[in-house]
């Protein structure tokens, strides 16, 4: 039998860090939403007890350090599934860039194999084996539109924002999660977005409140080591587009545009200098 599975990329609406805890992780308070931006995730079932990963993209690990890999191994061990899966990763969503797309990947794993085996395992169970293998999995098994608090992984659905062109632009930089969040002082961030006002705004309806709300604590960090994630983002404002932002720990900048007949001034503009350029719609 074979499946298929979509993994969306996600983007940070607003991020903030309110401290460090003492398992080193940081409660966070995020607002996530998906964009129209997939990997294809292709799930053929084997007779032996193997898990075989493959992809068109050469750049990202094929064995176990794989995140669908990890998450076919997980619900194996759990629920003692003898049987084995060929993945075949159909890569879209650029790597390492704060779209989440290897969590994303490990999610859609978990989806399509619970469907492939017959498991029955309810969404929360999911969720909650997601967490085991990343803050964003949980989030991206189920989508939407959600405030994540704890470390990520403690999930509450609200309404999608107002439907929007959403460009995304990834710089050739190399940004690691772990560094960013370790370089963030939390004591010391002097500026801090607000879900609930992100929340009002998104539950307004209004595009243009959403864009005054937008904020991520992490950008002073990645655009302090990264100042051609700020050129981007001035670039894209120049460019016209309504509000922009670094997702998660970056570096690719996202920007809204309410308005169609804007988004290919920006697409054109920044694929000027930027090789990697997305124009998608929100996920809604
Ligand atoms: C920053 C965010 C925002 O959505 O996304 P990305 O930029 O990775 O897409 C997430 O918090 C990333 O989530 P994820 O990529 O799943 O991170 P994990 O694998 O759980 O953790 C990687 C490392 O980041 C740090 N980490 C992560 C989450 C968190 N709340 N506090 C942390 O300090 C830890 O050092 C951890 O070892
Ligand atoms: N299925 C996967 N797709 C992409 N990257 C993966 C995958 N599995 C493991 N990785 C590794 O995870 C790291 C983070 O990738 P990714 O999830 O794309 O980034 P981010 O967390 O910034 O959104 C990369 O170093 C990559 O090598």
Redesign the pocket.
């Known amino acids: 039998m074979k499946i298929y599975e979509k993994a969306p990329a ?1 983007i ?1 609406l607003m ?1 903030d860090v309110l401290h ?1 805890r003492p398992d ?5 308070e ?1 607002v ?1 939403t998906m964009v129209d931006l997939a990997d294809r995730l292709e799930m053929v079932e084997l007779p032996r007890d193997t898990i075989i990963i493959s992809s068109q993209a050469g750049y990202i690990p094929l064995d176990e350090k794989n995140l669908a890999f990890q998450a076919a191994r997980l619900i194996k061990d759990r629920y003692d599934v003898k049987k084995g899966v060929h993945i075949h990763l159909d890569k879209k969503i650029p790597v390492a ?4 797309g290897g ?1 994303s990947d490990a999610a859609a794993t978990l989806r399509g194999l619970n469907r492939l085996w017959g498991l029955h395992i309810p969404i929360k169970e999911l969720q909650q084996l997601g967490a085991e293998l ?4 949980p989030f991206c098994v189920t989508g939407g539109t959600a405030l ?1 608090t704890g ?2 992984e403690l999930l509450t659905p609200i309404e999608n924002p107002p439907q929007c062109w959403v460009v995304l632009a990834k710089p050739p930089i190399n940004v690691s ?2 560094d ?3 370089r963030l002082k939390s004591n010391q961030i002097t500026k801090h977005p607000s879900a609930s006002n992100m929340i009002a705004a998104i539950q307004s309806g209004n595009f243009h409140e959403v864009c005054g709300q937008l904020g991520n604590v ?1 950008e002073d960090v990645t655009l302090k080591l990264h100042p051609e994630v700020q050129h981007l983002k001035e670039t894209m404002m120049k460019l016209g587009a309504d509000g922009t932002l670094m ?4 570096p690719t900048v996202f920007g809204l545009v309410s308005k169609e007949s804007k988004v290919p001034r920006i697409y054109n503009g920044l694929r000027g200098f930027c090789r990697e350029v997305y124009a998608v719609r929100l996920l809604t």
């Open positions: 996600k940070n991020l460090k080193g992780f940081h409660e966070v995020m996530m860039a704060g779209l989440a969590s990343g803050s964003d999995v994540a470390r990520g999660t772990a960013v969040y370790t992490l997702s998660g720990s970056g």
